[in-house]
């Protein structure tokens, strides 16, 4: 792409910058894919499209729509694929689509305009929200395919996705009672506040009956419908011997509701019904905005990994015929193309050539492979075209079974919460019995007045309401900056860390050769050369030559009988001299103890320059590597070979002894789950078994994006600069918890001897407690503008 | 004071209406995708004749 | 959104044009009514001495036209546009629309002619006889089958939250009118409520305050919800927001009633309770508030250049301050300075002229051009508008701040020293605020020039737009399994408790209705004090005439427990001693003193020749005069059937009173006019309604004095 415009001009399309200007009916446009969309829009009458754009805001970024047109949507017409993907309901099928694509409403609008165009289509819904498109379809009358090329005319690429329909609805049901509970619990409570204000303000008489009568009905919704999930919690853990933060909270409502009815019922106008509906209120709304914020970042992840549809050509008696990878079956002979993945495991059939094993290894220099050779899901071909007959489908494929082993075994971390609750709650039940116990004989009204005291001033407003909201603040803070928080108690782990594991290729490194030092001649000339053979080969130390010349602004020029031998490099033409671009042989590298790839530049047979290419370490890896050394053990785990590994360790001043090579992904994980308190960071897919078995896992950017459900913690951008930033937030969030449990020990000691020896009454306790979360609320937000001035410092 | 007697129940039944209202909007999904429905009424059919004219 | 077969419908614009063009005209009338009486305080000559031009009988009429025919109609062209846009539906039926718009307009009518003869119930904004209200029954029953009808017909799942604040409207105003219209009828346009005294109060207010509030906030609030992102072409700021503000707004507003009667005899916690909730509203609103501003951010160029996104921005933001002046007012302590003062008619007007009338003004701005598919004849007579209107709303609103301070101090000064009344005569007071009453009717005038360049400016709009053909729209049609609003055709479990729910409430609302009405109108429950008698034949007569006249615009009947009040008029009102007034007659407003005990204190002759002309008693009283009241003759032959439906209606009289109920009154006018003739007035003067009038005003507060209450507490500053 040529550089950059000095004005930014932005695409009439899609609102891209432009780089290269494409000019159409007096508008600018990026490429010729908006072209040709805004052509079709226009031509069928859509051009309010570009009006609704302006007023509506952009919910993700949009991209241009050059690549979008080209596909071929055959493979949906296929029988097997239409009962996998699509439920068919009385001659209507129903099937999910994603899109990258769908940013926002007026995208909504056009798709909504499908069925002017598409016949057949029954019911067609887009939500923006997550980017879906619910189509009903008509079976005799409509063709997804038609649908499909029509939308992808208009720059909207839809990829099949097969949600299992239960757990989405079932997750949806789950939502909607939640809410429903929320506003019961906010209706009792408006109303019973209203009969509090005025029994304070001195109601008497038969009114002050009535409104107690009405306070006690009004609670009894609010006891078994709003609060049933603090019951339900409560049993379980009880059933599980398992401690859950609920358990304080059910005990305060049943007792307060025992005590108030009690008193209800002997006409005394001495209740707690209004305090404990408002706890209600606000525990099920902090929850709620917290389940809010981390479904809003998980949802788009989670759909992304479920695109596994990958369309492949299988060869049938005559021809070869696109079909969706999930219908394959063992036996079928399909055809690998150049820069594809394979989508299941396989024995090459036909053709020969490089393939890169970084599943395995994790190491991507390609390696060549012959006839009959077993392949697994998940490898890259560098080569033409092999043909390669399927052994498991991609359901059960090496890859499939490493994710299905990888199920969630979480180590029953006891986050810093619990064990200080448990302690506080133990104390205040044991107390608030003791108090009954001894004042039995006598004053039995005394010791419940001090019971209850005891237990409304000990109510885990800290806990139950403060913290859902720090971790909330937490993970939005995080989202914003590109990181996505799975597990939500993996914050609290953070800082338990001792070791951290890093993997190098594509971590610590970019995980593709790129040119290391360049001797001998180096002029123009032998740039445009070695870029003008290299352009077409998709090869690793292909592009990585191509890149590097490109950047001392190599020209292309007219290449004269081009020929690729595999696995050796390039020779051609090229304005009358002779050039071959020659890898040589690995074993000569090796007596250097160093590992890496040389290639030699031929000019008339006669060799001018050496290269030497290697996976260069990230910018950031050497600082943040340096910063975190001081307080954890920083060791590399890869699949490469130990000279590397070691180069690479050497490059970021680890000790050898921490550095280890050649470590099969199997291994990795044992490694890791050996000492207790590891944190393990990876982009490839043979990281994964380590990071779900590590204390902490995390997954950055990179080719195993159909697994991240399994990992803590997920980074959006590449490398491990967001390494930094989640780090702070985790001992941020650590703190205030800290604090938090902190100030709450200290006030429910003070409060428990107090309330023990009576000087506090049930009444004094119930306003003191609002006044101490709203200490800790004021204290949160405190904290929170500190980090976020930190975070803005840090990126 | 005992018109109380009276407006209390009014208003309790009001109040349950809403309650009634409120569950079934839950129900029948009204709170799904809002920042769509937010922008929908801008850009509905009539708006959108009125849009062209402006350019 | 969701497509399926597409199905192609028009909108019915017709009828929003039809109820445009009456909010226009209704307006008008409105706002000149509203100037006459404002000049008819300035000065008393302009009531003319004709009976139907009296400040009494007009006030009223004002207040319900700008309520119910101005606003009313206001908000009926709003939501019927808006419900068809958002629904993409046409209205259930034409027909229903039609009997809509034509009966509205009658019950306009016959109201202006029923409250100028003098036929109202007596309580405020609820002044229309009982047929006149059941025919707003009938029609409003009208526009919600027409409403819920075209909701059902919605070709739109998602419903938007302007019509959730239309639905909450609906429900709303139906409850409080059907409760506070529950009426006795005497005749044709004569009825008594059948609650009395407190109870009748708080029933009345609970209804004032809801029906001001539900019937001009919560629509407007939905129009503009649905006006303003469209006027502005962008998305409301937080729709999250709007939809929070709605359900709290909804579950809070009922219980606001109570805070127009603080420092009355209502209950002391019943007072607290209503202040408490008064300041709760003030959330809700504010949060409607910011979001109809911010959904302005960004494109105030365009406000500055548009008026009617100017007027619309105004509008919003005059909400917040009324909503923001309401809760403080409801505040005990302020409440004493301010109630019965004008600040409180600075307060009602800063939110109906502030933001019922600037919304209408943007709205209609907004969809005249839409409708007539032209442009708008004039922007600058749009703004020249917009500026009239607020300097006179400005005039209006500090006048009525400076008038209702001074005055409300005035009534309290106290000598440090002595400790009696820096000001014992009332007039004093009076007299220091005449002059605002001038700025005020001057700021009125400057408001119905402003709405009448209005008119000019829309009438020429529409003059200039050509023929324009109706629009056929698309749109598919949602499927039906959502089933009818309530109902889903597949029913799973969820379903059956939200079933449930509603026909426990329907059972409660048969229930509560059949057991409790006849409880209450049973003496059962009123408490009872035996030195308080019921009214005599004759008092009754000249009850009716008060309330005929509407002097309760004037004059309150409600001494509160304070220092300056006992002194000034006696022991402060027990609830006991109103337990026989149907309608009560507590008043919100002394622009005349209050007479709750102004029985005994002035011979009849006072009376007489005040009512003749008050200037002869007060020098510069500025009450009009009440001519008639010497020529027409008290009606006699109705008192027994007033007596029995009284006496239906709980109050003990026997049947032996009621048999010689006209004997009895005319024994009573006679001892009157033996005590009138030694001044000089003639015998044959015994059968006028003066007479009448002055056996009720001597005996207001006599028995009350000495009786003691616990429920109001004792002296409290």
Known sequence: ?795 | MNILIFLIPISILLGLTFVALCFWSINNEQYEDLDLNAEKIIFDDESLRRLNDDK | MTTSKLESFRYDDKIVKFFIIATMVWGAVAMLLGVTIAFQLADWRLNLGLEWMTFGRMRPLHTNAAIFAFAGNGIFAGVYYSMQRLCKARLFSDKLSRVHFWGWQLIIVSAAISLLSGATTGKEYAELEWPIDIAITVIWVVFAVNFFGTLFNRREKHIYVAIWFYIATIITVAVLHIVNSLEFPVSFMKSYSIYAGVQDALVQWWYGHNAVAFFLTTPFLGLMYYFIPKAAKRPVYSYRLSIIHFWSLVFIYIWAGPHHLLYSSLPNWVQTLGMVFSVALWAPSWGGMINGLLTLRGAWDQVRREPMLKFMAAAVTFYGMATFEGPLLSIKSFNSLAHYTDWIVGHVHSGTIGWNYFLIAGILYYLVPQLWRTKIYSKELGQMQFWTATIGLALYIVSMWIAGVTQGLMWRAVEPDTGNLVYPHFIETVVRIVPMYWVRAIGGTLVLISFIMMIYNLYKTIKNAGEHEEEVFQAPAIEKSKGFLFFKKHRELEGLPLIFTILVVIAIGVGSAIEIIPSLVSTKFIQKNEAITPYTPLELAGRDIYIREGCYTCHSQMIRPMAAETMRYGKYSKAAEFVYDRPFQWGSRRIGPDIARVGGKYPHMWHYRHMWDPREVTLDSIMPKYPWLFSKKTDYQVLPKKLKVMAALGVPYGSEQIENAVANAKEQAEEIIAALEEGGVENKMKDKQIVALIAYLQRLGVEGRDIEDESTQEEEE
């Open chain 1, 1 to 795: 792409m040529a550089t950059p415009q000095p004005v930014q001009a932005k695409c009439y399309h899609c609102g891209l910058p432009i780089f290269s200007e494409q000019k159409y009916d007096g508008k600018v446009f990026c490429c010729s894919g908006c072209v040709s969309v805004f052509q079709i829009l226009s031509y069928n009458g859509l051009e309010n499209y570009y009006q609704i754009k302006q007023s509506s805001k952009n919910i993700k970024t949009p991209s241009p729509a050059f690549e979008k047109q080209e596909n071929d949507y055959s493979y949906i017409e296929q029988e097997s694929f239409l009962e996998k993907f699509f439920i068919l309901e009385d001659g209507i099928y129903k099937g999910m689509f994603f899109s990258k694509d769908i940013h926002c409403s007026a995208c909504a609008w056009l798709l909504n305009q499908l069925p002017q165009t598409v016949s057949g289509v029954e019911f067609l819904r887009v939500s923006i929200e997550n980017s879906i498109l619910e189509v009903h379809l008509k079976r005799d009358k409509g063709s997804f395919r038609a649908l499909l090329s029509q939308a992808a005319k208009w720059g909207y690429h839809l990829e099949p996705i097969l949600t299992n329909e239960e757990a989405n609805k079932r997750k949806k049901e789950q939502k909607k009672l939640k809410l429903k509970k929320i506003a019961v619990a906010a209706v009792c409570t408006g109303n019973i506040m209203m009969f509090s204000v005025a029994s304070y303000a001195g109601v008497s008489g038969d009114f002050q009956q009535l409104f107690l009568k009405l306070s006690a009905l009004f609670f009894i919704p609010v006891l078994f419908y709003s609060s049933r999930d603090f019951f339900l919690n409560t049993f379980n853990s009880f059933k599980s011997k398992q401690f859950s933060i609920d358990i304080p909270i059910a005990i305060a409502l049943i007792m307060g509701g025992f005590y108030g009815y009690k008193n209800v019922i002997s006409g005394q106008d001495l209740h707690y019904f209004d305090t404990l509906s408002v706890l209600v209120f606000f525990i099920l709304s902090s929850r709620y905005i917290l389940d809010w914020a981390r479904d809003k970042g998980q949802s788009q992840q989670e759909l992304l990994s479920l695109l596994n549809s990958s369309i492949v050509q299988k060869k049938t008696e005559t021809s070869w015929q696109p079909v969706h990878s999930s219908t394959l079956n063992p036996g079928d002979i399909i055809l690998l193309k150049s820069n594809e993945i394979l989508c299941c495991d396989a024995t090459l059939q036909k053709g020969e050539g490089y393939i890169d094993k970084s599943i395995l290894t994790g190491e991507s220099l390609p390696i060549k492979v012959k006839v009959g050779e077993a392949l697994l899901s998940g490898m890259k071909s560098y080569s033409s075209e092999f043909e390669v007959q399927v052994q498991k489908t991609p359901a059960d494929s090496y890859f499939a079974q490493m994710t299905k082993s990888v199920i969630d075994q979480h180590s029953p971390f006891q986050g810093l919460l619990e064990r200080y609750s448990k302690f506080l709650i133990f104390f205040s039940l044991i107390s608030a019995l003791a108090i009954l116990f001894f004042s039995y004989p006598q004053d039995l009204q005394e010791g419940q007045f001090r019971a209850l005291a005891v237990l409304i001033i000990t109510c885990p407003c800290a806990l139950g309401l403060i913290s859902p909201l720090i971790i909330y603040n937490a993970i939005k803070t995080l989202a914003q900056k590109g990181i996505i928080l799975f597990q939500t108690d993996a914050l609290e782990r953070i800082p338990h860390v001792k070791k951290i594991y890093f993997d190098k290729t594509g971590t610590l490194t970019y995980g593709k050769l790129s040119v290391g030092s360049w001797s001998g001649v180096k002029n123009q000339e032998v740039f445009n050369a070695v870029y003008s053979l290299e352009k077409f080969s998709i090869h690793p130390v292909a592009t990585a030559l191509s890149q590097y010349c490109l950047e001392n602004d190599a020209v292309e020029i007219e290449v004269g009988s081009f020929q690729e031998n595999l696995g050796q490099g390039v020779q051609g033409w090229v304005d009358e001299k002779f050039w071959e671009i020659k890898a040589s042989n690995l074993q000569l590298a090796k007596e250097k103890e160093e590992i890496s790839l040389t290639v030699s530049i031929y000019k008339n047979r006669e060799r001018i320059s050496t290269i030497e290419l290697n996976d260069k370490l990230r910018e950031e890896s050497y600082s943040i590597v340096s910063k975190l050394k001081k307080r954890f053990q920083i060791k590399i785990l890869s699949g490469d070979k130990k000279q590397n590994v070691y180069k690479v360790g050497s490059q970021i001043g680890i000790t050898e002894s921490d550095c280890y090579g050649e470590v099969s992904p199997e291994s990795k994980a044992v490694i890791v789950s050996e000492n207790y308190h590891a944190l393990m960071i990876g982009d490839g897919i043979n990281d994964l078994p380590a990071i779900s078995k590590s204390f902490v896992g995390i997954a950055t950017k990179g080719q195993m994006k159909n697994a991240i459900k399994h990992c803590d913690i997920y980074f959006l951008n590449e490398g491990i600069g967001s390494l930094d930033v989640l780090i702070n937030v985790a001992d941020d969030v650590n703190k205030q918890i800290k604090v938090n449990i902190g100030f709450a020990l200290v006030y429910n000691l003070l409060g428990i001897t107090l309330a023990t020896m009576g000087h506090i009454t049930p009444l004094f306790a119930a306003i003191f407690m609002p006044v101490t979360s709203l200490v800790l609320l004021t204290h949160y937000i405190y904290r929170n503008n500190l980090l976020e001035k930190k975070i803005r410092v840090l990126t």
